[in-house]
């Protein structure tokens, strides 16, 4: 399989991008199985199996129309946060995936069959980009002109009626989003500019390791 194609997109996108279609590819293939994978508490803290934390997020089911959506939509605005938003940032967008991650492990606790929240990683994406481009115009298969903020529910409306019953996962991925975007964007305002968030030093370490890959 060719993975050529990923190098053109910013390092933090092309990384799980590159995690993403191959955890995925190993799976379609037969050569992993996703239950080694998905998010489990117990096998958290009772087999001490930390990297479930993490690895959930790579995968999106079964292979099938769901998940070229998902890919697509995660690397289009994924790479459109990271060229533009978080442009000479890629620590703090590194540490924005890390915050996702830790708000849709949290928010599972309410959903106890999500086990795989790829689907709401790449929601929350698409929303953040929505927030921060709200007025951007987008056209939809050539057919539909929409605003970037209605975004996230003209694709759940579209994933609707392809048949596909992921809006539990795309609603944590909303709820991940919004969160995010109020601690960074909105209580820094309310506050005369204290942040909540700030990207701790080991990330940026890690940017550096990653942007040569």
Do not use: C
């Not at 921060?132 to 115009?137: G, I, L, P, T």
């Not at 579209?158 to 709820?175: C, E, N, P, R, V």
């Amino acid at each position: 399989m060719d993975f050529s194609f990923l190098k053109s997109f910013p390092p933090v996108t092309r990384l799980y991008l590159s995690i993403s279609v191959f955890a995925n590819f190993l799976v379609f293939i037969n050569l992993m199985d996703p239950m080694q994978i998905f998010l489990n508490f117990q096998l958290v803290f009772f087999n001490f199996d930390i990297w479930r934390l993490f690895s959930h997020a790579f995968f999106f089911g079964p292979t099938g129309v769901k998940t070229f959506f998902y890919i697509f939509f995660f690397s289009r605005y994924s790479n459109a946060l990271e060229s533009l938003s978080f442009q000479g940032r890629g620590a703090d967008y590194l540490y924005l995936l890390f915050t996702g991650n830790s708000i849709l492990v949290f928010l599972k606790l309410f959903v106890s069959d999500a086990n795989f929240l790829g689907p709401s990683l790449t929601f929350m994406i698409v929303y953040i980009w929505g927030k921060k481009n709200s007025q951007n115009q987008i056209n939809l298969l050539n057919m539909f002109h929409i605003k970037g903020s209605s975004l996230p529910l003209a694709l759940m409306i579209a994933s609707w009626f392809l048949g596909q019953k992921t809006l539990k996962y795309d609603l944590m991925g909303i709820m991940a989003g919004h969160i995010y975007y109020y601690l960074e964007d909105i209580y820094p305002r309310l506050t005369g500019g204290q942040k909540l968030l700030n990207t701790p030093s080991k990330f940026k370490e890690f940017l550096i390791k990653i942007e040569n890959i």
